[in-house]
């Protein structure tokens, strides 16, 4: 199984900046695409930005030119650097993977346990 542990969230006033981190840890034979999430109160779980194996990336408008997804393939981790934090941004965020067991044969769908995130304006 392949289990998700993120950190870095925490508390931080608007325009300032977070960097989230997701490692992956287990018996992993590859993770394909891996994702953050966010859920707001009150909301539902959105997309915040995607990157696939080979770096390509996908951004939630609403995030777009303040966040950067970035992973370390060696490192199984995944990042989420956000930048001039708004107190819309507050939320659970939620690191998800796609990756394949070194028992398994066909991609499963994991994630971590969220961390939390909240600016202050």
């Known amino acids: 199984q392949v289990h998700l542990v993120e950190s870095g969230g925490g508390l931080v006033q608007a325009g300032g900046s977070l960097r989230l981190s997701c490692v992956a840890s287990?018996?992993?034979?590859?993770?394909?695409?891996m994702n953050w999430y966010r859920q707001a109160p009150g909301k539902q779980r959105e997309l915040v930005a995607a990157i696939t194996r080979g770096g390509s990336t996908n951004y939630a408008d609403a995030v777009k030119g303040r966040f950067t997804i970035s992973r370390d393939n060696a490192k199984n981790t995944m990042y989420l650097q956000m930048n001039s934090l708004k107190s819309e941004d507050t939320a659970v965020y939620y690191c998800?993977?796609?990756?394949?067991?070194?028992?398994?044969?066909?991609?499963?769908?994991?994630w971590g346990q969220g961390t939390q995130v909240t600016v202050s304006s």
């Open positions: 998800n993977a796609q990756a394949v067991g070194l028992l398994t044969v066909t991609p499963n769908d994991y």
């Open positions: 287990g018996r992993i034979f590859r993770i394909d695409d």
